[in-house]
């Protein structure tokens, strides 16, 4: 009896997707190593885990101090010599030297491949030809489009900054959040959504500032890097059984990054329904 050869390649294609032990439990001990680094702020040791290529960014750019981390999950290409880990961080945010400090949720999602037969980080931006800059990596195509010279770095004298951030804020802008109010049921769990848009040319960054939500109260951000004219989907979610008899209403607050904006939304709870 003949068998197909795509059945014959299936149990081969799902081995391959199943890593080795010893190769996840490698990676995930350096990841671990390496953002611990990042707790303990010793980013001297972080960088002898950072590959070659991106040494040289690494050392220029600013370093973030976690206050904990979590691994959420690994993906490997079909060799495991490259893999993808998604994680969560917690870190301390204050926009300005007047605003109380805030421990808010990075979701990460980092780069790894294998060097010297050991897991490093990588930088995948750096290696596809963009500029990193404080704003996000720039488009070199863009540039292109409009003239300049993608080989030379972008004008960061004060006057290009000053004169580029004018134009910014002189630009006609829809409101970053399709939502400013959500009204929760205490009668019944719910989930909602509030969509945020980027409607700068540059990336941003979007954390959400939940510090003041009862129990039962969730807000899930789909990612914290938001390229110029794209969305972010935050999802509600509330569970009333969780939560106290009456929860108080609350401001859940949307931050935006490196123009240090707040964006709130007042969240407030129904009344529940009288029996008769």
Known sequence: MRVPTALLLLPLAALAQTPPPEVDQALRAR???????????????????????????????????????????????????????????????????????????????????????????????????????????????????????????????PAAIQARAAAILAQPQQPPLDKTELVLPLDKPSSQQIVFHNSQEGAVKVYVDASAKPAGFTAELDGSDVNGGKDAVIKIRFDPTAAPPSPANFTLRVIMEPFDRIFPVSIKFAPRTQEP
Do not use: C
């Not at 040494?55 to 973030?64: E, H, I, L, P, R």
């Not at 101090?65 to 301390?92: C, P, W």
């Not at 980080?121 to 750096?126: F, K, R, T």
């Not at 292109?144 to 010279?149: E, L, R, T, Y």
């Open 31 to 157: 990841v671990n190593e390496f953002f611990q680094y990042h707790v303990d702020g010793n980013f001297r040791k972080a960088y002898e885990l950072v590959a070659e290529d991106t040494k040289d960014y690494y050392f220029a750019t600013q370093k973030v101090q976690f206050k904990s981390f979590t691994v959420d999950s690994v993906k490997f290409n079909d060799d495991f010599s490259n893999a993808e880990v998604d994680l969560t961080g917690k870190r301390i945010w204050k926009p300005r030297a007047d605003f109380p400090e805030t421990l808010i949720t990075v979701p990460m999602k980092t780069m790894w491949k294998i060097e010297n037969g050991k897991w490093v980080w990588y930088d995948h931006e750096s290696q596809n030809n963009k500029w990193i800059t404080a704003m996000g990596p720039s488009d070199t195509a863009a540039l292109q489009k409009k003239g300049a010279d993608p080989s030379s770095p972008p004008d960061m004298s």
